[in-house]
Nanobody, 125 residues
Framework: QVQLVESVGGSVQAGGSLLLSCAVSGYPYSSSCMAWFRQAPGKEREGVAALDYDGSTIYADSVKGRFTVSKYNAKNTLFLQMNSLKPEDSAMYYC???????????????????WGHGTQVTVSS
């Protein structure tokens, strides 16, 4: 059974930083494409950052230069370092992993078949 478990998020003031992690277990493939998504109340889920099979990364324009996605392969753990946080970054954050292949739209949620349950991030002004 594949499990993705995000770390506890948190509440920070604008300008602060948070580090999210996502521990993956039971993943049946030797390599993975993984991503972070977020969803704020009343808004659609949006892709934030993705890490492709070859280690290349892609970011949403709204977080470029502030967020960094990385992976610790030995522990099969995905990270999202979030700096210079803004109130509009407040959302439920989800990690996701592909289920055997992607088409290349790495910030699109249909690319991913495995999902965590989410963790709340709140940024106050």
């Amino acid at each position: 059974q594949v499990q993705l478990v995000e770390s506890v998020g948190g509440s920070v003031q604008a300008g602060g930083s948070l580090l999210l992690s996502c521990a993956v277990s039971g993943y049946p493939y030797s390599s993975s494409c993984m991503a972070w998504f977020r969803q704020a109340p009343g808004k659609e889920r949006e892709g934030v950052a993705a890490l492709d099979y070859d280690g290349s990364t892609i970011y949403a324009d709204s977080v470029k230069g502030r967020f960094t996605v990385s992976k610790y392969n030995a522990k099969n753990t995905l990270f999202l370092q979030m700096n210079s946080l803004k109130p509009e970054d407040s959302a439920m954050y989800y990690c996701a992993a592909d289920d055997g292949g992607v088409t290349g739209l790495l910030l699109a949620d249909f690319e991913y078949g495995y999902w965590g349950h989410g963790t709340q991030v709140t940024v106050s002004s």
